[in-house]
């Protein structure tokens, strides 16, 4: 049986902020591994400048990354264990959030230019 796409029924948003989170997870200067959790803190949480934002090695528009200064798509993705608040500086990645399939790949990424 196939999996079923979006099983947790993230809206829109919600699922580009955690492509975004996830792709924050695997870039090693923006996030930490948690013991054998699986588990990754993202240690930092990018912000706009002008009209977009730098998500480790690439560029993403403002608009796209714009989950990341919503406080409601981190309580609903808390809500449904793809991220926790461990630490209140920080948002970490559950590991069901690390490796959560949005669908979303590299839709809207680009590698940075400056």
């Known amino acids: 049986m196939a999996t079923k796409r979006n099983p947790l029924k993230l809206n829109k948003l919600q699922l580009r902020t955690l492509a975004l989170a996830q792709v924050l997870a695997r870039d090693p200067q923006s996030s930490k591994a948690i013991d054998d959790t699986g588990d990754v803190e993202l240690l930092s949480?990018?912000?706009?400048?002008?009209?977009?934002?730098?998500?480790?090695?690439?560029?993403?528009?403002?608009?796209?990354a714009s989950g990341f200064s919503n406080p409601a798509v981190w309580t609903a993705l808390k809500r449904k264990g793809l991220a926790s608040d461990q630490n209140p500086l920080t948002v970490t990645l559950t590991a069901e959030g690390v490796v959560y399939d949005t669908g979303l790949g590299d839709r809207f990424l680009s590698e940075s230019d400056h």
């Open 45 to 64: 949480i990018p912000n706009p400048h002008g009209d977009h934002v730098h998500v480790g090695k690439f560029v993403v528009s403002a608009r796209e």
